[in-house]
């Protein structure tokens, strides 16, 4: 197993600590989390569509289909915390609905996403972090206006300090509980070297292609 899932793991702790041991059902609790994630994405694709106006019927189709298409449902067989499948649909829905009408319920939103996500395997940190600062970034350039004098482009300090403080709710705060977390409760032994970091690499190919797949 890759990934410890510290939202379940330490979540049973937790339970066990105020009376109620749930620790004889922690497999089945990791399985069923597994297999909700599959309703949870979907849910959050068919929300997506509905939100580009397509049809309810078509709607619903292609957020099964892209469900069962995604590439971490190969995760089911040993990297459990990437098995959870929700982490981009939600980011992108809560994202969709940011850029309409920016507001604090989407930010609350993609707080809670990129935080509950990150406590299942710390790669959705990374990956919903880059994607909500790409968002902000390609919007701000959106708002740039040439000036009326010398023809440089004006960037609106006003949408600057709104964007800074979505983002330091939406990301910096996440990584600053997880961070206020691991300190408390990360293990004594932990090596300072990670073995394997510049031993097992990944080709480009492997990003376009299933290894497992005959047209590779």
């Given at each position: 197993?890759?990934?410890?899932?510290?939202?379940?793991?330490?979540?049973?702790?937790?339970?066990?600590?105020?009376?109620?041991?749930?620790?004889?059902?922690?497999?089945?609790?990791?399985?069923?989390?597994?297999?909700?994630?599959?309703?949870?994405?979907?849910?959050?694709?068919?929300?997506?569509?509905?939100?580009?106006?397509?049809?309810?019927?078509?709607?619903?189709?292609?957020?099964?289909?892209?469900?069962?298409?995604?590439?971490?449902?190969?995760?089911?067989?040993?990297?459990?915390?990437?098995?959870?499948?929700?982490?981009?649909?939600?980011?992108?829905?809560?994202?969709?609905?940011?850029?309409?009408?920016?507001?604090?319920?989407?930010?609350?939103?993609?707080?809670?996403?990129?935080?509950?996500?990150?406590?299942?395997?710390?790669?959705?940190?990374?990956?919903?972090?880059?994607?909500?600062?790409?968002?902000?970034?390609?919007?701000?350039?959106?708002?740039?206006?040439?000036?009326?004098?010398?023809?440089?482009w004006v960037f609106p300090k006003s949408d600057f300090f709104q964007y800074?403080?979505?983002?330091?709710?939406?990301?910096?705060?996440?990584?600053?509980?997880?961070?206020?977390?691991?300190?408390?409760?990360?293990?004594?032994?932990?090596?300072?070297?990670?073995?394997?970091?510049?031993?097992?690499?990944?080709?480009?190919?492997?990003?376009?292609?299933?290894?497992?797949?005959?047209?590779?």
């Open positions: 197993i890759a990934s410890a899932i510290p939202l379940v793991s330490n979540g049973l702790k937790f339970l066990k600590s105020v009376g109620l041991d749930l620790t004889d059902y922690s497999i089945p609790i990791l399985h069923y989390s597994m297999l909700l994630s599959y309703l949870v994405c979907a849910i959050f694709l068919y929300l997506i569509c509905s939100r580009l106006a397509l049809p309810p019927w078509y709607s619903m189709i292609i957020a099964i289909a892209l469900t069962f298409m995604s590439p971490q449902t190969m995760r089911l067989f040993g990297h459990y915390g990437l098995a959870h499948l929700y982490a981009i649909p939600a980011t992108i829905y809560f994202l969709m609905r940011f850029d309409e009408r920016p507001n604090w319920w989407s930010s609350i939103g993609l707080f809670l996403t990129v935080l509950l996500t990150s406590l299942l395997q710390f790669y959705f940190f990374a990956i919903t972090a880059f994607m909500i600062g790409f968002f902000y970034f390609f919007s701000f350039l959106k708002k740039a206006k040439p000036g009326e004098n010398n023809g440089q800074a403080l979505h983002f330091s709710f939406q990301v910096l705060l996440p990584y600053a509980l997880f961070l206020i977390w691991f300190a408390q409760y990360d293990v004594p032994n932990r090596p300072d070297k990670p073995y394997g970091f510049l031993l097992f690499v990944s080709h480009w190919e492997g990003l376009f292609l299933s290894l497992r797949m005959p047209y590779y």
